[in-house]
């Protein structure tokens, strides 16, 4: 016993996993994924999952890591949710009203409980909205337009508005990142490691390096899950996890190596490879701080030699759609215009009238998105006969974000992730100081478009002003889009009941294995 | 014997003091920042400055690492960035991991290279020696990612019954620990194997060129108990130290094939720790690594006098 305890937790969490049936991986080896593996105890109810990476941490509210989401998204809650056609639905709101002048809205709350047993209440939400206000966590942004939050007795809350916020569900709901945490879980300072949540399943354990293991809540409001036991395990390089997936040591993963994701929908068998459009886009920008890119001639030239739909071929081996815009082709918010049709004489001219000849443009990306690396050769290769050199700097993650930051930077790719509501697309990125504004756009017109969009409710009127600012933008070449990427994961043929949604969001508690 | 434990223990302090002052100044001087990292994409200057001062990463440079090294003189080696956890509580968790794959490895790598370098080395200049050679040649030159790549596609999968990553304890279950533990060993142990293989055959080669060997062989001594007796013995004091520079380079965590296998120990840990900037996690984990290369080193230093009597440990 003794010994055990030597050598540590980490045995000891393995140790207790084994005991509960939890360890699907093991045992067998049969290839026939995972259902016939484990003998009687069960293990046909337990999922495994090759994720890319280990979360940062469990606190929704703080963590910025997809990976962690991936895992927060089966153990909390928001108050609405967006369906798989991204809609939203009640969740832990089960109906909510708006004041005739749009400034207060009332939420009714669930009757359900914490996955410690804890009623869950209005005070819940309070604690949780003022929390991620008052401490300026990294999603305070969604809140700039909320005035108070406060309970109307134990089961309603009121948000108070500065001004009307048409997309307020969106920015309450759309995005796990604004969970609502139990203060209990907060203050005993647990809720990195053993987060409590309202969700389908809870942390039961957290192996670090290895896995972290989810239990189904039983009491969940949306009904007990039917997977008994989740293990998701950290696989970082895309050919292991395939050799997982196809050796039947784990029914789901999202880390494929993309370029055998098309002949693997093919031919692959045991499993199914899904591809769905995301509400993604990447994109590549311009430091306006610097010279020549301050002159929109020279950001105009570069974007006619630049041929998404080579980008797309090379950087995403097809799982993409080239988009000179944003938003992607299948929102309702999508607006069509693609006025950059590549035009080598063209961008030759408008580079000549801006007085530039032999430029050398440093282009950042990172190995953190191999894709921009990829798509930065084929950028350089297409700006060659301009007469502009690109010198491409492949950073660490680390170091990308912090020359952003210090806008050390000619110029970048990268993406923005997950967005719903077309303020998520626009907004931060392209109003003038926004928060990710990096590239230093000023556009007064644009300001104004953005700005009136977020206070206007009626579809037809905001999407109209969505639509002029992202013409303004596109002509500006402020952001150069892309292409908007498939999100794409595999799962083995004994998995039910589960849908990739174009948001990324996983949740696995209406699936089940057979 | 007790004199030189207490020099090199004296050694000890101030290679991990130096180690210290290096990992400090080289990790500050890498662009890049924990707290940014850790915000990722949704970036807010309000935010970060807040998240700074808490971290205490807002102080100057030379006070952060004098608290440092008096935290670090108790034992406290600070909390991740990341996690909140200790740091000496993050190391032990990762070391068992660690230990059964460097050791494990090198078992496999010995197995191997004995026999291999031995038998190169008696029939020196000849096909067997050749052979041995350029395979080894091969293993010392194709970087241990690649051959773990490839035991992968070769052995999981669809192609075959072992798993291509993860970890299961020894203590939980042997059984599994074994089947996991397998390849990622085969691709460090064939790489230590192909260093080995080679310095086994020159030590033995050297030994079998010398008096005693001729002198030996004209008293009608069997070759083979010549080359067991006398020339093992000798040629067994230098391979010692590679064996021991070999397994203590494996025990400091092998990054990439943990990286790649997703085996939970040291290297997989500083991997980690280097992506997010989490430096009190990346200072613990060199320092840790240090220590153990001083450790092993002073080890197999003691070893030498059970292996040559000659050897006098004073």
């Known amino acids: 016993m003794r010994m055990r305890w030597i050598v540590g937790l980490g045995a000891l969490t393995v140790a207790l996993a084994a005991c509960s049936g939890g360890g699907s991986v093991n045992v067998g080896g ?40 991936e895992v927060l998204e089966n153990v909390f809650d928001t108050l609405v949710e967006p369906n798989a056609s991204l809609q939203m639905e009640p969740a832990l709101a089960t109906s909510w009203t708006t004041s005739p002048n749009q400034l207060t809205w009332t939420f009714t709350l669930r009757n359900t409980t914490w996955q410690d047993g804890t009623p869950f209440t209005s005070a819940d939400v309070v604690y949780s909205y003022d929390r991620i206000i008052d401490q300026k966590l990294p999603n305070a942004y969604r809140f700039a337009e909320v005035k108070s939050v406060t309970a109307d007795g134990a089961h309603k809350v009121v ?75 950290f696989v970082s390089n895309p050919t292991v996890a395939l050799q997982d997936l196809e050796g039947g040591e784990v029914q789901w ?23 769905v459009p995301s509400t993604d886009y990447w994109y590549m920008t311009l430091n306006e701080a610097r010279k020549p890119y301050n002159d929109v001639r020279v950001r105009q030239a570069i974007a006619y030699a630049i041929n998404p739909g080579a980008i797309v071929q090379a950087a995403t081996f097809g799982n993409a759609v080239a988009n000179e815009t944003a938003i992607p082709k299948t929102s309702q918010w999508y607006y069509d215009y693609s006025p950059y049709t590549p035009d080598l004489s063209k961008a030759k001219s408008l580079l000549a009238a801006a007085g530039v000849k032999n430029l050398t443009m440093n282009m950042m990306v990172t190995n953190e998105y191999p894709q921009t690396v990829t798509a930065a050769q084929v950028i350089a290769s297409e700006l060659q006969p301009l007469g502009i050199t690109v010198k491409i700097q492949t950073l660490d993650f680390a170091t990308w974000l912090s020359q952003e930051e210090n806008g050390d930077f000619d110029s970048f790719i990268l993406g923005w992730l997950g967005n719903l509501d077309p303020s998520d697309y626009y907004y931060a990125q392209q109003i ?9 756009f000023n556009n007064p017109t644009v300001d104004q478009l953005l700005n009136q969009a977020q206070t206007t409710t009626a579809f037809a009127a905001r999407k109209s002003l969505y639509d002029q600012a992202a013409k303004i933008i596109v002509d500006q070449a402020s952001y150069i889009y892309l292409y908007n990427p498939d999100v794409i994961q595999a799962y083995s043929s004994d998995l039910h009941g589960y849908t990739v949604r174009p948001d990324r969001a996983v949740r696995f508690n209406d699936a089940w294995l057979s | 014997m007790l004199w030189i434990v207490g020099r090199r223990v004296a050694q000890l302090v101030i290679v991990l003091l130096g180690v210290t002052l290096v990992v400090f100044t080289l ?36 006070v952060q690492y004098f608290s440092y090294l008096g935290h670090a003189v108790t034992g406290d080696l600070g909390v991740s960035f990341q996690t909140g956890q200790p740091v000496t509580q993050i190391l032990f968790q990762r070391l068992p991991a660690t ?65 291509p990553s ?45 008096d005693y060997v001729r002198t030996a062989a004209a008293k009608g001594i069997p ?25 203590a380079s494996l025990l400091g965590g092998v990054i990439v094939v943990e990286v790649l296998f997703a085996w939970p120990g040291l290297g997989l840990l500083t991997y980690q720790a280097v992506e997010q900037r989490d430096y009190p996690v990346l200072q613990g984990t060199v320092l840790l690594i240090a220590a153990i290369f001083i450790v092993v080193n002073l080890l197999v230093d003691l070893l030498y006098a059970v292996v040559d009597p000659r050897i006098s440990l004073r």
């Open chain 2, 223 to 247: 070759a083979r108990i010549v080359l067991r007796r006398h020339v093992m013995r000798n040629a067994f004091v230098p391979v010692l130290t590679v064996v021991g520079i070999q397994l």
């Open chain 1, 30 to 69: 049969t290839s026939s994924a995972g259902g016939t593996s484990g003998g009687a105890s069960g293990s046909g109810s337990t999922l495994s999952v090759a994720i890319s990476g280990e979360p940062d941490q469990l606190d929704p509210q703080k963590t910025s890591d997809y990976n962690s989401f």
């Open chain 2, 99 to 163: 230990l059964s794959l460097a050791i494990t490895g090198m078992i496999i790598g010995v197995v191997i290279a004995l026999p291999l370098g031995v038998l190169a080395a008696v029939r020196h200049d000849t096909w067997v020696d050749s052979g041995a050679r350029v395979i080894s040649q091969l293993g010392v030159s194709v970087p241990d990612f690649f051959i773990g790549t490839l035991l992968i596609l070769a052995f999981t999968g669809t192609a075959g019954s072992l798993p």
């Open chain 1, 432 to 440: 003038t100081g926004g928060s990710f504004n990096f590239q230093k």
């Open chain 1, 253 to 275: 993963t999202d880390n494929l190596p993309p370029q055998q994701v098309q002949s693997l929908q093919k031919s692959a068998s045991g499993f199914t490879v899904k591809s």
């Open chain 1, 159 to 233: 948000i108070n508005l500065k001004q009307p916020t048409p997309d307020l569900l969106n920015a309450i709901g759309g995005f796990m990142g604004v969970a609502i945490v139990e203060k209990k879980n907060v203050e005993s300072g647990q809720i990195g490691q053993h987060p409590v949540g309202t969700g389908p399943y809870q942390v039961v354990s957290w192996d670090h390096g290895l896995s972290i293991t989810l239990a189904a809540n039983p009491h969940y409001w949306g009904g007990a899950p039917k997977i008994k036991t989740i293990k998701y395990t």
């Open chain 2, 27 to 62: 990790i500050h001087l890498v662009p890049g920042d924990p707290v940014r990292t850790a915000l990722g994409i949704r970036f807010n200057p309000a935010i970060y400055a807040a998240l700074r001062q808490r971290a205490g990463l807002d102080k100057p440079l030379v």
């Open chain 2, 166 to 210: 993860g970890y299961v304890s020894l203590t939980a279950n042997p059984l599994e620990w074994g089947r996991h533990v397998l390849l990622p060993a085969l691709a460090v142990g064939l790489v230590a194997a192909s260093i080995l293989t080679r310095f086994i055959r020159t030590a033995v080669l050297d030994e079998l060129g010398r």
